[in-house]
Protein backbone atom coordinates (compact mmCIF):
# COMPACT_ATOMS: atom_id res chain seq x y z
CA UNK A 1 0.00 0.00 0.00
CA UNK A 2 0.96 3.83 -0.20
CA UNK A 3 1.39 6.08 2.52
CA UNK A 4 -0.47 9.38 1.80
CA UNK A 5 0.80 12.65 2.68
CA UNK A 6 -1.25 15.42 0.53
CA UNK A 7 -0.08 18.24 -1.92
CA UNK A 8 1.22 20.67 0.96
CA UNK A 9 2.89 18.34 3.32
CA UNK A 10 6.12 20.12 2.23
CA UNK A 11 4.78 23.14 3.63
CA UNK A 12 2.75 21.85 6.96
CA UNK A 13 3.99 23.89 10.08
CA UNK A 14 5.24 20.65 11.49
CA UNK A 15 7.34 20.04 9.04
CA UNK A 16 8.55 23.51 8.62
CA UNK A 17 9.34 23.35 12.50
CA UNK A 18 11.00 19.89 12.49
CA UNK A 19 13.36 20.71 9.50
CA UNK A 20 14.20 18.48 7.00
CA UNK A 21 16.12 15.56 8.14
CA UNK A 22 13.12 14.91 10.58
CA UNK A 23 10.70 15.52 7.51
CA UNK A 24 12.78 12.70 5.96
CA UNK A 25 12.49 10.73 9.24
CA UNK A 26 8.71 11.06 8.92
CA UNK A 27 8.01 10.26 5.58
CA UNK A 28 10.84 6.89 5.33
CA UNK A 29 8.76 5.68 8.81
CA UNK A 30 5.54 6.68 6.52
CA UNK A 31 6.69 4.34 3.84
CA UNK A 32 7.29 1.69 6.24
CA UNK A 33 4.18 1.92 8.16
CA UNK A 34 2.20 1.21 4.68
CA UNK A 35 4.62 -1.60 3.67
CA UNK A 36 3.78 -3.37 6.94
CA UNK A 37 0.31 -2.31 7.43
CA UNK A 38 0.96 -1.12 11.39
CA UNK A 39 -1.99 1.34 11.42
CA UNK A 40 0.84 4.65 12.12
CA UNK A 41 3.01 2.33 14.26
CA UNK A 42 6.37 3.27 14.08
CA UNK A 43 8.99 0.74 15.89
CA UNK A 44 11.92 2.06 18.03
CA UNK A 45 14.49 -0.13 16.71
CA UNK A 46 13.18 1.55 13.27
CA UNK A 47 13.23 4.58 14.18
CA UNK A 48 16.18 4.54 15.43
CA UNK A 49 17.96 2.57 12.81
CA UNK A 50 16.58 5.53 10.11
CA UNK A 51 17.12 8.65 12.46
CA UNK A 52 18.89 10.57 15.02
CA UNK A 53 17.47 10.96 18.81
CA UNK A 54 17.07 14.51 17.71
CA UNK A 55 15.06 13.92 14.83
CA UNK A 56 12.85 11.55 16.33
CA UNK A 57 12.55 14.44 19.20
CA UNK A 58 11.47 16.99 16.54
CA UNK A 59 8.52 14.95 15.66
CA UNK A 60 7.27 14.14 18.97
CA UNK A 61 7.78 18.20 19.78
CA UNK A 62 5.86 19.17 16.90
CA UNK A 63 3.27 16.76 17.27
CA UNK A 64 3.37 14.72 14.50
CA UNK A 65 4.64 11.19 16.58
CA UNK A 66 3.44 10.46 19.91
CA UNK A 67 5.37 8.25 21.95
CA UNK A 68 4.47 4.65 22.94
CA UNK A 69 6.12 1.94 25.53
CA UNK A 70 7.71 0.20 22.20
CA UNK A 71 7.94 3.13 19.92
CA UNK A 72 6.02 6.12 18.53
CA UNK A 73 2.46 7.23 16.57
CA UNK A 74 1.94 8.37 13.79
CA UNK A 75 -0.32 11.19 14.79
CA UNK A 76 -1.48 12.26 11.01
CA UNK A 77 -1.96 8.72 9.50
CA UNK A 78 -5.27 8.37 9.64
CA UNK A 79 -6.83 11.31 8.37
CA UNK A 80 -4.74 10.71 5.18
CA UNK A 81 -4.58 6.46 5.07
CA UNK A 82 -6.79 4.02 5.50
CA UNK A 83 -6.57 1.32 8.58
CA UNK A 84 -5.55 -2.33 7.48
CA UNK A 85 -8.91 -3.66 8.27
CA UNK A 86 -10.09 -1.10 5.51
CA UNK A 87 -7.17 -2.20 3.35
CA UNK A 88 -8.12 -6.08 4.12
CA UNK A 89 -11.33 -5.63 3.56
CA UNK A 90 -10.85 -3.87 -0.07
CA UNK A 91 -8.07 -6.83 -0.66
CA UNK A 92 -11.47 -9.28 -0.18
CA UNK A 93 -14.17 -7.48 -1.87
CA UNK A 94 -11.34 -7.63 -5.00
CA UNK A 95 -11.03 -11.16 -4.88
CA UNK A 96 -14.44 -11.89 -4.57
CA UNK A 97 -15.14 -9.51 -7.49
CA UNK A 98 -12.63 -11.41 -9.62
CA UNK A 99 -13.45 -14.98 -8.86
CA UNK A 100 -17.41 -13.93 -9.37
CA UNK A 101 -15.96 -12.86 -12.92
CA UNK A 102 -14.14 -16.04 -13.43
CA UNK A 103 -16.94 -18.04 -12.30
CA UNK A 104 -18.98 -16.23 -14.88
CA UNK A 105 -16.57 -16.33 -18.00
CA UNK A 106 -15.65 -20.04 -17.40
CA UNK A 107 -12.80 -21.48 -16.11
CA UNK A 108 -11.04 -22.05 -20.06
CA UNK A 109 -10.53 -18.54 -20.63
CA UNK A 110 -8.05 -17.78 -23.33
CA UNK A 111 -4.60 -16.78 -22.58
CA UNK A 112 -3.60 -13.05 -22.76
CA UNK A 113 -2.46 -13.14 -25.75
CA UNK A 114 -3.59 -15.75 -27.37
CA UNK A 115 -5.68 -13.74 -30.01
CA UNK A 116 -2.99 -12.49 -31.33
CA UNK A 117 -2.04 -13.37 -34.90
CA UNK A 118 1.16 -15.35 -34.95
CA UNK A 119 0.86 -16.04 -38.61
CA UNK A 120 0.25 -12.19 -39.83
CA UNK A 121 3.21 -10.93 -42.26
CA UNK A 122 4.15 -7.79 -42.68
CA UNK A 123 4.66 -7.69 -46.18
CA UNK A 124 5.89 -4.04 -46.66
CA UNK A 125 5.86 -1.47 -44.20
CA UNK A 126 3.85 1.95 -45.47
CA UNK A 127 7.05 3.69 -46.40
CA UNK A 128 8.13 1.05 -48.75
CA UNK A 129 7.54 1.81 -52.04
CA UNK A 130 4.93 -0.06 -54.15
CA UNK A 131 5.86 -3.37 -55.20
CA UNK A 132 8.69 -3.81 -53.08
CA UNK A 133 8.60 -6.14 -50.21
CA UNK A 134 9.74 -4.77 -46.57
CA UNK A 135 13.04 -6.56 -45.28
CA UNK A 136 10.95 -7.64 -42.34
CA UNK A 137 8.86 -9.55 -44.04
CA UNK A 138 11.56 -12.50 -44.90
CA UNK A 139 11.60 -13.31 -41.77
CA UNK A 140 9.24 -16.17 -39.51
CA UNK A 141 6.09 -14.82 -37.97
CA UNK A 142 7.04 -15.98 -34.61
CA UNK A 143 8.97 -12.21 -34.75
CA UNK A 144 7.84 -10.32 -31.96
CA UNK A 145 6.53 -7.07 -33.32
CA UNK A 146 8.20 -4.50 -30.90
CA UNK A 147 11.36 -6.12 -29.55
CA UNK A 148 12.18 -8.05 -33.15
CA UNK A 149 13.34 -11.11 -31.33
CA UNK A 150 12.20 -14.77 -32.44
CA UNK A 151 9.83 -16.09 -30.09
CA UNK A 152 11.71 -19.23 -30.04
CA UNK A 153 15.15 -18.42 -29.56
CA UNK A 154 15.01 -14.99 -28.72
CA UNK A 155 17.84 -14.04 -31.04
CA UNK A 156 17.02 -10.68 -32.82
CA UNK A 157 14.98 -11.04 -35.91
CA UNK A 158 18.15 -9.83 -38.03
CA UNK A 159 19.98 -12.67 -37.01
CA UNK A 160 18.38 -14.58 -39.94
CA UNK A 161 18.24 -17.52 -37.74
CA UNK A 162 14.57 -18.89 -38.37
CA UNK A 163 14.35 -17.45 -41.97
CA UNK A 164 11.22 -18.69 -43.88
CA UNK A 165 11.02 -19.33 -47.76
CA UNK A 166 10.48 -16.38 -49.60
Request: aromatic share 10%; glycine share 8%.
Amino acid sequence: MAYWLDEGWHNWPEILRAGTAAAGLYARCGSYIADKQTDGFVPAELARQYGTPEWIGRLVDVGLWRIDEHGWWDTRYFPLNPTKAKIDERKRQAADRQQRYRDAHGSARKSRDSNASRSAQLTRTPSSPKGEEDVGARHAPDVDPISQHCRICDYPAANGRHLRAV
